[in-house]
């Protein structure tokens, strides 16, 4: 009889059984648990100010956090030409709002919105070029109001007492230089990749030139876009309620510097990133370190932390009903 050779167990690779998403996705709140423990008493002394603040504006900051999901509705609208319907698309950012705190860079927020558009019948190459050019125009108008606004007010930002003496400027041109040329390079050696790029940017286009050629889509688009960045009115009005004494053209600044900074940060829905951004940018307009933490904390909880229950909530309800 033949022998039966014994079974070969493989070594089991733990590294592929690490929830690596998990990780991933958790860190930033690891992050800011750590910076929380790090900083405690500050950190204390935020939330007993914040227990303290006028509950009227509070209610007010709400209201606009709410606002801001119409006009990043109206933003989605203005960058497709056919019409969306209007409850199932407010819905849908409401729910792109939470997944965006699962996944870095905005992804679940575009994931989520991709879905919705394909849904709708749009197809794949224009819903990823409307993706695109809502990236675009959401970062042209946060810069055109920052530009805007320290042109108005050059006193507001005092960035030589932030930026370190030396050359970081020129380093900071020059890596941007080298990132441009790295990509120039890998466009031209691989074919199957530029014919890519070039086919995107082609519909892209097509579907920009589509969309300004319609006035309502046109004023979707870029009132949407001018409208979104003033999220910063919640935290103005949370800076009201702490009788924050800095004016709020500076609050608005430090917001707009604050959020821009944090982008180039990867982390979902800049959790770890945008808090330190923006304590240090109130600061910089002239806001003392409790109020400007606690104007933080309290600018985070109505944007992020009460609405992400609700959020996950109406999305798997979307995903449930197969509007995702």
Same mark, same amino acid.
């Given at each position: 009889m033949p022998e039966t050779l014994p079974l070969q167990r493989h070594p089991v690779n733990r590294l592929r059984q690490l929830p690596v998403r998990r990780i991933v996705c958790f860190t930033p709140f690891v992050l800011v648990a750590v910076w929380a423990v790090g900083n405690w008493p500050l950190v204390a002394s935020g939330v007993g100010r914040l227990g303290g603040a006028d509950i009227s504006w509070l209610l007010m900051g709400a209201v606009v956090t709410g606002l801001c999901w119409v006009a990043a509705s109206c933003?989605?609208?203005?960058? !497709? !030409?056919?019409?969306?319907?209007?409850?199932?698309?407010?819905? @849908?950012?409401? &729910?792109?709002?939470?997944?965006?705190? $699962?996944?870095? %860079?905005? =992804?679940?927020a575009h994931m989520v919105t991709l879905r919705f558009l394909r849904g709708c019948g749009i197809p794949l190459d224009r819903s990823t070029a409307a993706l695109a050019l809502y990236s675009l125009v959401e970062a042209v108008a946060? @810069?055109?109001? +920052? *530009?805007?606004?320290?042109?108005?007010?050059?006193? &507001? +930002?005092?960035?030589?007492?932030?930026?370190?003496?030396?050359?970081?400027?020129?380093?900071?041109?020059?890596? #941007?230089?080298?990132?441009?040329?790295?990509?120039? /390079?890998?466009?031209?050696? /691989?074919?199957? =990749?530029?014919?890519?790029?070039?086919?995107?940017?082609?519909? #892209?286009l097509t579907d920009a030139r589509a969309l300004h050629k319609r006035? %309502?889509?046109?004023?979707?688009?870029?009132?949407? %876009?001018?409208?979104?960045? +003033? $999220?910063?009115?919640?935290? !103005?009005?949370?800076? *009201?309620? *702490?009788? $924050?004494?800095?004016?709020?053209?500076?609050?608005?600044i430090a917001?707009?510097?604050? @959020? /821009?900074?944090?982008?180039? /940060?990867?982390?979902?829905?800049?959790?770890? @990133?945008?808090?330190?951004?923006?304590?240090?940018?109130?600061?910089? !307009?002239?806001a003392p370190l409790v109020v400007a933490t606690a104007t933080v904390l309290g600018f985070r909880f109505l944007t992020v932390w009460m609405p992400l229950l609700p959020g996950v909530a109406v999305l798997a309800a979307l995903v449930r009903w197969r509007v995702l």
């Open positions: 933003v989605r609208q203005g960058t !497709v !030409v056919e019409r969306l319907p209007t409850g199932r698309l407010l819905a @849908s950012q409401f &729910a792109a709002g939470a997944a965006n705190h $699962l996944l870095p %860079a905005g =992804l679940g946060r @810069s055109g109001l +920052l *530009l805007g606004l320290v042109l108005a007010f050059p006193d &507001a +930002l005092r960035l030589d007492e932030l930026l370190p003496p030396g050359s970081t400027v020129p380093t900071a041109l020059l890596v #941007a230089v080298a990132v441009i040329g790295m990509a120039v /390079i890998v466009l031209l050696s /691989i074919p199957r =990749l530029r014919r890519f790029v070039t086919g995107f940017l082609s519909t #892209a006035p %309502a889509r046109s004023l979707a688009l870029w009132g949407g %876009a001018l409208a979104f960045p +003033l $999220l910063a009115g919640v935290l !103005v009005c949370v800076a *009201l309620a *702490l009788e $924050l004494p800095v004016s709020w053209p500076y609050i608005v917001y707009l510097a604050a @959020s /821009i900074a944090a982008g180039f /940060i990867p982390a979902p829905g800049g959790i770890g @990133s945008v808090e330190p951004a923006l304590a240090v940018a109130l600061v910089t !307009v002239g």
